[in-house]
C-alpha cells in the first residue's frame, strides 16, 4: 500500500519529543492505511501499559518490546550486566532482520536504538547494516540520542531535538501522561 521507495528517518538529539515524533508518524502512516511496526529499545513493557504503545496497539500497530532494561542501569563495559545487554541487543537486530525477511510492513520504528550505539550495546556498524539492509519499500524510522555521524549520513531524513529548558533542572519528575 505504501510508495515503492522507503526512507530512512532519523530523529535524535538531547531533547524531549524524539519517540512523540515517531508515534506521530506512526498514527499518520496508519491512517493512511499503512502497515506499521513498532520496536522499542529500552522500554519496559510493565511500565508502558498506559503509553504510547497502547495507544498504537489500539490502531494496529505492531508493538514489540526487544530490549527491555535501560541501559543506564549497566555500569561498566566489562561487567557482566553489560554483556548480557549486548546480546539482547543483538537478539533485538536479528528480530528486526526476520521483520525484514517477511517483508509486510510499510513502515518499522526502531525506537530508541541509537542509545545502544552511543553507550557501546551495539556497534555503529551493526545499526549500519541495519539500514543497508532494509526492503527498499520500508521506511524505517531510528529515534534516541546518540545518532551517530554515519549514521545520519546514511538517512535520508534527519531530525535533531535539541534541549534548550527542560523542567527536570527545576526539579519537576516525569509526569504521567506527558513524559511518559
Known amino acids: 500500500m505504501m510508495k515503492k521507495l522507503g526512507l530512512v528517518q532519523v530523529y535524535a538529539g538531547s531533547g524531549k519529543g524524539k519517540t512523540t515524533a515517531a508515534c506521530g508518524l506512526a498514527v499518520r502512516a496508519v491512517s493512511h492505511g499503512f502497515r506499521v511496526g513498532w520496536v522499542s529499545f529500552y522500554k519496559d513493557p510493565r511500565h508502558c501499559k498506559r503509553s504510547e504503545h497502547q495507544a498504537l496497539k489500539k490502531l494496529g500497530v505492531k508493538v514489540r518490546f526487544l530490549v527491555k532494561q535501560h541501559p543506564m542501569c549497566v555500569v561498566s563495559k566489562s561487567s557482566a550486566a553489560f554483556k548480557e545487554l549486548r546480546e539482547v541487543c543483538l537478539k533485538g537486530l536479528n528480530a528486526v ?11 518499522l520504528i526502531i525506537d530508541e536504538i541509537n542509545i545502544s550505539v552511543r553507550d557501546g550495546f551495539l556497534k555503529e556498524s551493526e545499526v549500519l547494516e541495519i539500514i543497508a539492509d532494509k526492503p527498499e519499500n520500508l521506511e524505517l524510522v531510528l529515534t534516541g540520542r546518540g545518532a551517530t555521524k554515519k549514521m545520519i549520513a546514511k538517512a ?3 531530525s535533531i531535538v535539541n534541549e534548550i529548558k527542560h523542567p527536570y533542572s527545576k526539579g519537576v519528575q516525569a509526569r504521567k501522561g506527558i513524559e511518559y
Open 97 to 107: 532482520r526476520k521483520i525484514y525477511q517477511h517483508n509486510n510492513l510499510d513502515m
Open 156 to 158: 535520508d531524513l534527519v
